[in-house]
């Protein structure tokens, strides 16, 4: 069982940054893949990024993000986070923080990021 909570949502002006945080209840040195999806109201839910870690660390970008966010892992805190840079209104959603851990996967409950034109 892996409990994660994100943190770091907000209100920003387009073309700001936010740092999300998502803290795991266990060492994410050990879970394989963890990562971030979004879900804007009336839409589906969107993959936005995650970062493999299999003995070599591989990160994996959205086209709509590429360039813009970057995910980051921090063993020590057990937290991941999400640098969200040149943010557009396009971005406003609910950000969820995931990970699959011996092949079963958790979701964190979601930080609000809303972005004003």
């Known amino acids: 069982q892996v409990q994660l909570v994100e943190s770091g949502g907000g209100l920003v002006q387009a073309g700001g940054s936010l740092r999300l945080s998502c803290a795991a209840s266990?060492?994410?040195?050990?879970?394989?893949?963890m990562g971030w999806y979004r879900q804007a109201p009336g839409k589906q839910r969107e993959w936005v990024t995650s970062?493999?870690?299999?003995?070599?660390?591989?990160?994996l970008y959205s086209d709509s993000v590429k360039g813009r966010f970057t995910i980051s892992r921090d063993n020590a805190k057990n937290t991941v986070y999400l640098q969200m840079d040149s943010l557009k209104p396009e971005d406003t959603a609910l950000y969820y923080c995931?990970?699959?851990?011996?092949?079963?996967?958790?979701w964190g409950q979601g930080t609000q990021v809303t972005v004003s034109s």
């Open positions: 266990k060492s994410i040195f050990s879970i394989n893949v």
């Open positions: 970062s493999t870690n299999d003995g070599r660390t591989n990160n």
């Open positions: 995931y990970a699959v851990d011996l092949g079963a996967s958790y």
